[in-house]
């Protein structure tokens, strides 16, 4: 499938996996300025290869969201925001370990997002995009 295979009402629309990619650039991006710190969280099991040898790696539990970010609060306070980010395609449905995974962070009082595209991250993260103004 080419790009232009990919447009629909004149919107360009991405895979999971390329938004994925474009989350993970921006927040790097982010990280390196000294924004953020953030890491991509996989969940499921592994099988690493070293030399001849092969062992089977446990990742995050089932449900786990993407990415997590940590950053400072907006107020003019010292805080903490700890921010869960789960990237989803346009019509990327949540799985019912991920509505649990949801709730869990909730209630431990951390924010989670759901990220359908890089103006959805930005706006999770306080950096909406200034809107011309006229008059």
Same mark, same amino acid.
């Given at each position: 499938?080419?790009?232009?295979?990919?447009?629909?009402?004149?919107?360009?629309?991405?895979?999971?996996?390329?938004?994925?990619?474009?989350?993970?650039?921006?927040?790097?991006?982010?990280?390196?300025?000294?924004?953020?710190?953030?890491?991509?969280?996989?969940?499921?099991?592994?099988?690493?290869?070293?030399?001849?040898?092969?062992?089977?790696?446990?990742?995050?539990?089932?449900?786990?969201?993407?990415?997590? @970010?940590?950053?400072?609060?907006?107020?003019?306070?010292? &805080? =903490?925001?700890?921010?869960?980010? $789960?990237? %989803?395609?346009?019509?990327?449905?949540?799985?019912?370990?991920?509505?649990?995974?949801?709730?869990?962070?909730?209630?431990?009082?951390?924010?989670?997002? @759901?990220?359908?595209?890089?103006?959805?991250?930005?706006? &999770? =993260?306080?950096?909406?995009?200034? $809107?011309? %103004?006229?008059?």
């Amino acid at each position: 499938m080419t790009r232009l295979d990919k447009i629909q009402n004149g919107k360009l629309t991405l895979s999971e996996a390329e938004l994925k990619r474009q989350v993970w650039d921006y927040l790097q991006y982010g990280m390196n300025q000294g924004k953020w710190y953030f890491d991509r969280l996989n969940s499921g099991e592994f099988i690493e290869v070293r030399g001849g040898s092969r062992r089977r790696v446990k990742g995050c539990r089932e449900g786990t969201s993407d990415f997590f @970010i940590l950053t400072k609060g907006q107020s003019n306070f010292w &805080a =903490l925001r700890v921010i869960f980010v $789960e990237v %989803k395609s346009e019509k990327g449905r949540m799985h019912p370990e991920q509505g649990a995974f949801q709730k869990l962070v909730k209630n431990q009082l951390a924010e989670y997002v @759901i990220v359908r595209s890089i103006e959805d991250l930005e706006k &999770a =993260l306080g950096f909406e995009k200034n $809107e011309a %103004k006229t008059g």
